[in-house]
């Protein structure tokens, strides 16, 4: 039998790690990219009906573009949407979709992973052994980093969508109060949220998981970093760019807050000598890991399984999860 003929090009099957796409392969005419560089996108794209990108982005110049003209639909194999130029996708006619939900679990889990690291020093406190600290002490423990119960302490969630919600519940488990901060620019503030001005001042950590948005760009920067107490942590699974990375950087240097744990940063992958690799290096109160928070196996079989739902969707004229209309 012969395959429909939509074509379906993937521009980055090499984030879905070790997944099989034989899902698509075997119902569409699909060509699979594992990477795509810029320079690479447009003459990839000619005369496909489907892009499916996960970080590779597609912007006026692209849609502009007489290779492009085929295009019908983007698939976007996330949640975020900001590597697409939405508003020239709908001059064009071109529908985005994108994939909500389907990596709650996995980051909040890893939120949390950060949240206990940062409050336990586990991983500090197991390169002491390898680094035999703990066969020259003196007594039966090692007590060199100080570590805390999070019981009691106040978690700050920026971003109560899905993932925000996730981290909540389970924060809770682990006792902590959960404040949540009101919508920016809201006239009225939510029962049970609170200013976010006032949430900086009052938690112990500060976990982001909004949108990248021209208002929440450099969100975290000299001002609410201010306002945080001096024992207060950051985390960050969200965006890179909403963090003032170089405020950040100071803030962490002069001990004006007790640390921060950032999968996510402003250029990925970065070069050796971004600022926020060279600071992790340096400090031990600044934790980066790379934006793998997101990339469970479950979570990325989910990925994959909504993004053919999402095609098969489009294709019955009965388009589901679009970010454009």
């Known amino acids: 039998m012969s395959k429909p003929q939509t074509r379906i090009v993937f521009l980055d099957a090499a984030t879905y790690g070790d997944l099989s796409l034989t899902a698509f392969t075997d119902t569409w005419n699909s060509t699979v990219y594992q990477v795509?560089?810029?320079?690479?996108?447009?003459?990839?794209?000619?005369?496909?009906?489907?892009?499916?990108?996960?970080?590779?982005?597609?912007?006026?110049?692209?849609?502009?573009?007489?290779?492009?003209?085929?295009?019908?639909?983007?698939?976007?194999?996330?949640?975020?949407?900001?590597?697409?130029?939405?508003?020239?996708?709908?001059?064009?006619?071109?529908?985005?979709?994108?994939?909500?939900?389907y990596a709650s679990q996995s980051v909040a889990q890893f939120t949390l992973a950060l949240i206990l690291e940062l409050a336990s020093r586990a991983s500090s406190y197991a390169a002491a052994v390898k680094d035999g600290e703990w066969q020259k002490s003196r007594v039966f423990a090692l007590l060199t980093f100080p570590n805390m119960e999070l019981a009691g302490k106040k978690l700050g969630i920026i971003g109560y969508g899905n993932i925000g919600k996730t981290?909540?519940?389970?924060?809770?488990?682990?006792?902590?109060?959960?404040?949540?901060?009101?919508?920016?620019?809201?006239?009225?503030?939510?029962?049970?949220?609170?200013?976010?001005?006032?949430?900086?001042?009052?938690?112990?950590?500060?976990?982001?998981?909004?949108?990248?948005?021209?208002?929440?760009?450099?969100?975290?920067?000299?001002?609410?970093?201010?306002?945080?107490?001096?024992?207060?942590?950051?985390i960050n699974t969200a965006r890179g760019a909403l963090i003032d990375e170089p405020a950040l950087i100071e803030a962490l240097r002069a001990k004006r807050i007790a640390g921060a744990a950032l999968d996510v940063i402003s250029q990925e992958p970065p070069?050796?000598?971004?600022?926020?690799?060279?600071?992790?290096?340096?400090?031990?109160?600044?934790?980066?890991?790379?934006?793998?928070?997101?990339?469970?196996?479950?979570?990325?079989?989910?990925?994959?399984?909504?993004?053919?739902?999402?095609?098969?969707?489009?294709?019955?004229?009965?388009?589901?999860?679009?970010?454009?209309?």
């Open 36 to 101: 795509t560089a810029p320079a690479e996108t447009i003459q990839r794209l000619a005369g496909a009906t489907v892009a499916v990108t996960n970080k590779v982005a597609i912007d006026k110049l692209i849609f502009d573009a007489p290779e492009a003209r085929a295009l019908q639909l983007i698939a976007v194999a996330a949640t975020g949407t900001d590597i697409i130029d939405k508003d020239a996708a709908a001059k064009r006619g071109v529908k985005v979709c994108n994939v909500p939900g």
């Open 271 to 325: 070069p050796g000598d971004h600022p926020i690799v060279v600071a992790a290096k340096q400090l031990d109160n600044l934790i980066v890991t790379p934006h793998t928070a997101w990339s469970s196996s479950e979570a990325r079989q989910r990925l994959l399984v909504e993004v053919k739902a999402n095609i098969e969707a489009f294709l019955r004229a009965e388009p589901r999860n679009l970010v454009t209309q």
């Open 167 to 234: 981290v909540a519940k389970m924060a809770a488990g682990f006792g902590m109060e959960i404040l949540v901060c009101a919508r920016p620019g809201e006239a009225a503030i939510a029962a049970a949220r609170i200013p976010l001005a006032e949430l900086f001042r009052q938690a112990d950590f500060i976990s982001l998981h909004c949108p990248l948005t021209p208002d929440t760009k450099n969100l975290i920067n000299l001002q609410t970093l201010a306002l945080m107490k001096p024992g207060a942590f950051l």
